[in-house]
C-alpha cells in the first residue's frame, strides 16, 4: 500500500494543460486514500492514465470497456465479499460512459445496492475522442458533431440530469461537486466511502480544449459556475437533500459562457435568455427551497 | 459404478458450479439457459452453494462482472445462450485478452431473426476468434464433467484463458438422462481452491489492461496464441486425470469411435455426436466401415490429431450446426485445413443443418451416407448439401442449381 507519503496520483500520465479530470482524480484518491480499487472505463482517464509502460495511480486500477464501470463494479463487490476484503471499489467514468453508454449498468448497479463510490467527472461530452456530443453536452454548445454549420446546427436538446436520474434510485448518497472547491469535493467523497451501498458523485470538469478556454483558467470556469447559480452544489444523503452553497450575489451566466469558444456563437440576447432561466430557476429555489423536482429543470 | 440421477444437462451444469465451489456467479436470464442459473440461485438461496450469486440487467454486464470478480482472484462463472452470448461479444474478446480463467456454460440456441428458441451452433461459432476455449457436449453427463474440467484448464498457468462449455439447447437442456454426481471430496482433489490470479493488491498497485503501443500489443496477442496453442496438452491432461479420478472419459480434445478401419467417417460437434454414434453402431451391425470423430475441443482446434485419426479414411462427412455464409460449414472449412498438404487424403463432404432445432436424426444421417457412397464410388457429388430444406417459393431449389 502506498504510504501517506507518496502520491496517489503520480506524474506518469498525459493529460491536457489544464485538464480538469485529473484534477478531480487526485482530490478524490486522497480523499479516499491508498485502500481503494479503481475501475476506470474508455474516457480521458482511460487514456491518459494507464498508458504502459506508464502507471498514473498508485492503487490498483482495472481498466474495462466503455459500458462497464458499474459492471465490473458489481461483479469486484461480489469477489471482495467472497474473500471478506476491506476495500473501497471506486469507478472512475467520464459523463459519455456515465450518462450514455453505461446508464444501464450503472442503473443496475444502484438498484442492487452495491457498495461503491462512482464518480462521473463531467466534461460535457466525448472529449477523449475529440469532442464530439454526449447526454450532458449543455445546448448551445458547438462540438465536433453539433458543428453548427451553415444551418446552425449546435446542440440544441436540453442535458440529461444525471444527479436526477441516479437520484430517482432512491440512491443512499449522492453530491454534486466542483474542483474549484475541493475541500467540499473531498468532504463529500469522504462521507461517500463511508456509506453501506452505492453512492454517486457528479463533478464538473472544466476541459480547456473542448470548450475552448485558456488553460490556466480551468479552476476560475469551475468556479463561475457556481458562483453564477449554473452549476449547483448539492448533495443527497439518505433521503435529505441540501445545497452546499447559496451563492449570495450571483455571478452573470455570461462571464461563465463568453471565455468558452464552444458558445462563441451566441449571440448577446441569448446571454439575457439564460440569465433569465438561471434567475427565475433561483427565484423558485429562494422562495419553495431547493428540490430535485423535474418541472424545475430548464428547457 | 455409482449410480446417477435423472437430470437435465442444465441441472448437471448447477451441480458442477457448485462442486467447484464457484465464489462469484453473474447472470441475465434467458432460454434454454435460465435453468442453470435458477438452479444455483436455490442452491445458494438453500445454504448449499456459498457463491455470491448476482442477477444483472445485461449479459454484457454478466460478463463483465464475471470478469471484475475474476480479476480480483475468485473462481467466477457465468452461463448464457444465443442472443445472450452475442450481446455478451465485446466483453467475450475482453475477457480472453485479459486473461482470465472464468468458464462459462453456453446452451446452444439459434439466433434471431426470425426468432427461434431451439438449439444450433451458430451463438458458439460466432464467438470462435475472440479466444475462448470452446468445449463441446455430447451428453448431460459431458456438461457436469465438462464444466469441472474447464475451471482445470482455464486456471492451468500454461493456459489461463476462459473457458466455454457448450450444451446443445433442448436436445440436451431440457431432457433428462442420468448423470452421475461426483463426491464433493473428489472434486476438491481434483480442482484447486482458488485460481491463481492476484492483480488487484493495494499492497502492490498495478494498472490493468491499459493503453499500449503497437510493438507491445502484438506481445500481448503473441502470449495469447502461445497460451491457446498449449492448452492442447493440457485439454489432453486434464481429460486424462478426470478420468483417472472419477473413471469416465468425457474429455480430451477429440472422441474417436470406430475410426481405424472406417472407410467413412462422421465429425460433429456436441450431441449430434452422439446421435451419430448410434446410427454407426447401427451401420456396423448390417457391415457398413462406418465411424465418428466427436470434436470435443473446437477451441483449441484439435487439426494435427484429427488428420492423424482420418489418415486412413476415404469420405469424411462434416456435420455443421452453423454456417459462415459466403463460405461453408466451419467445422467443414477447419477440417479441410487440417488435411492440407498430407499426400492423401479423404475427401471432406460438408452437411449443413440441424438450423433452429431441426434434426440431424436418422433420416438426414441415412441421407448423408448415401451421399457419401456415391462420393466413395467417385460419382460426382455436390461437395455441400443442406439438409431439411424444401424448395423455395418460386420453385427454384435452395441449392440455386
Redesign the interface.
Same mark, same amino acid.
Given at each position: 500500500?502506498?504510504s501517506k507519503e507518496t502520491p496517489l496520483v503520480m506524474s506518469g500520465n498525459s493529460s491536457c494543460a489544464g485538464c480538469g479530470a485529473i484534477l478531480i482524480a487526485r482530490l478524490v484518491t486522497e480523499a479516499i486514500g491508498?485502500?481503494?480499487?479503481m475501475?476506470i472505463p474508455a474516457c480521458c482517464m482511460?487514456?491518459v492514465?494507464? +498508458? &504502459?509502460p506508464k502507471?498514473? &495511480?498508485?492503487?490498483?486500477?482495472?481498466?474495462?470497456?466503455f459500458? +462497464?464501470t @458499474? +459492471? &465490473?463494479?458489481?461483479?469486484?463487490e461480489?469477489?471482495?465479499?467472497?474473500?471478506g476484503?476491506d476495500?473501497t471499489l471506486v469507478g472512475f467514468a467520464g459523463d459519455g460512459a456515465t450518462v450514455d453508454i453505461g446508464l @444501464?449498468?450503472l442503473?443496475?448497479a444502484i438498484?442492487?445496492g452495491h457498495s461503491f463510490v462512482y464518480i462521473c467527472y463531467d466534461n460535457e461530452g466525448y472529449m477523449n475522442t475529440g469532442f464530439q456530443r454526449s447526454g450532458s453536452t449543455p445546448p448551445g454548445a458547438q462540438t465536433s458533431t453539433t458543428p453548427g454549420g451553415a444551418l446552425g446546427r449546435y446542440k440544441m436538446e436540453p442535458r440529461k440530469d444525471i444527479a436526477k436520474i441516479i437520484a430517482a434510485h432512491g440512491i443512499p448518497y449522492l453530491a454534486t461537486a466542483s474542483p474549484a472547491y475541493p475541500a467540499d469535493l473531498k468532504r463529500k467523497v469522504e462521507k461517500a466511502v463511508d456509506v453501506k451501498g452505492p453512492t454517486f458523485l457528479h463533478i464538473m470538469s472544466p476541459c480547456p480544449l473542448g470548450w475552448g478556454f485558456p488553460s490556466a483558467s480551468t479552476v476560475q470556469l469551475a468556479r463561475i459556475a457556481v458562483e453564477s447559480g449554473l452549476w449547483k452544489l448539492y448533495e443527497l444523503d439518505h433521503g435529505v437533500l441540501r445545497l452546499s452553497l447559496s451563492p449570495k450575489k450571483r455571478k452573470p451566466v455570461r462571464e461563465f459562457f463568453a471565455p468558452q469558444s464552444r458558445f462563441a456563437h451566441l449571440a448577446d440576447g441569448t446571454y439575457q435568455a439564460l440569465q433569465d432561466e438561471i434567475d427565475a430557476e433561483w427565484a423558485i429555489i429562494e422562495k419553495e427551497g431547493f428540490s430535485l423536482r423535474c418541472e424545475t429543470s430548464r428547457a | 459404478m455409482t449410480s446417477g440421477r435423472n437430470m437435465t444437462a442444465t441441472s448437471a451444469v448447477a451441480y458442477a458450479a457448485r462442486l467447484a465451489q464457484v $465464489?462469484?456467479v453473474?447472470a441475465y436470464p434467458i432460454t434454454p439457459q435460465t435453468r442453470i442459473i435458477e438452479a444455483i440461485a436455490k442452491f445458494v438461496a438453500d445454504g448449499e452453494m456459498?457463491?455470491?450469486f448476482?442477477q444483472?440487467?445485461?449479459e454484457?454486464?454478466?460478463l463483465?462482472? !464475471?470478469?471484475?470478480?475474476?480479476?480480483?482472484?475468485?473462481r467466477?462463472f457465468t452461463a448464457t445462450s444465443s442472443q445472450g452470448l452475442l450481446y455478451m461479444h465485446?466483453?467475450m474478446h475482453?475477457a480472453a485478452s485479459a486473461r482470465v480463467p472464468i468458464v462459462m456454460a453456453n446452451v446452444n440456441r439459434a439466433v434471431a431473426p426470425p426468432w427461434n428458441i431451439y438449439g444450433d451452433h451458430q451463438d458458439a461459432i460466432s464467438q470462435r476468434d475472440t479466444g475462448w476455449l470452446q468445449l463441446f457436449a455430447e451428453t448431460n453427463q459431458h456438461a457436469l464433467d465438462m464444466t469441472l474440467q474447464a475451471f482445470r484448464i482455464a486456471e492451468d498457468s500454461r493456459v489461463q484463458l476462459p473457458v466455454m462449455v457448450n450444451l446443445d439447447g433442448f436436445t440436451l437442456s431440457h431432457t433428462y438422462e442420468q448423470v452421475v454426481v461426483p463426491e464433493p471430496e473428489l472434486v476438491n482433489r481434483f480442482l484447486a481452491p482458488r485460481p491463481a490470479v492476484d492483480?488487484? $493488491?493495494?499492497?502492490h498497485?498495478? !494498472?490493468?489492461?491499459?493503453?499500449?503501443?503497437p510493438e507491445?500489443y502484438i506481445q500481448f496477442r503473441a502470449l495469447q496464441k502461445d497460451a491457446a496453442r498449449r492448452a492442447l496438452a493440457v485439454i489432453e491432461e486434464v481429460g486424462g486425470a478426470f478420468a483417472k479420478q472419477f473413471g469416465r472419459d468425457s474429455g480430451g480434445l477429440l472422441s474417436l469411435e470406430q475410426v481405424d478401419d472406417a472407410e467413412i467417417v462422421f465429425v460433429a460437434l456436441g450431441s449430434a455426436a452422439s446421435t451419430i454414434r448410434s446410427m454407426v453402431r447401427a451401420w456396423r451391425a448390417v457391415g457398413r466401415r462406418v465411424g465418428v470423430i466427436s470434436v470435443r475441443s473446437y477451441r483449441p482446434f484439435p487439426g494435427a490429431e484429427l488428420a492423424e485419426a482420418l489418415a486412413g479414411t476415404r469420405v469424411v462427412v462434416v456435420w455443421d450446426r452453423a454456417y459462415s455464409f459466403g463460405c461453408g460449414g466451419p467445422l467443414a472449412g477447419e477440417v479441410k485445413e487440417a488435411l492440407y498438404g498430407r499426400n492423401r487424403h479423404p475427401v471432406v463432404l460438408s452437411a449443413v443443418g440441424g438450423f433452429g432445432g431441426a434434426p440431424v436424426g436418422p433420416t438426414e444421417l441415412e441421407k448423408a451416407l448415401e451421399w457419401a457412397d456415391a462420393a466413395m464410388q467417385s460419382r460426382p457429388v455436390s461437395s455441400e448439401t443442406w439438409f431439411g430444406v424444401k424448395a423455395y417459393r418460386d420453385g427454384r431449389t435452395p441449392d440455386g442449381k
Open positions: 500500500m502506498a491508498p485502500n481503494q480499487i475501475v482511460g487514456a492514465a494507464t +498508458s &504502459f502507471a498514473t &495511480f498508485n492503487v490498483p486500477v482495472l481498466r474495462t470497456a459500458a +462497464s @458499474a +459492471s &465490473f463494479l458489481t461483479g469486484l461480489a469477489s471482495v465479499k467472497a474473500k476484503q476495500v @444501464a449498468a442503473s443496475g438498484e442492487r | $465464489d462469484v453473474a456459498k457463491a455470491q448476482v444483472v440487467e445485461s454484457h454486464s454478466a463483465a462482472a !464475471t470478469i471484475a470478480a475474476s480479476s480480483n482472484g475468485v467466477a465485446e466483453m475482453w492483480w488487484l $493488491d493495494v499492497e498497485p498495478k !494498472t490493468i489492461n491499459g493503453v499500449v503501443s507491445h
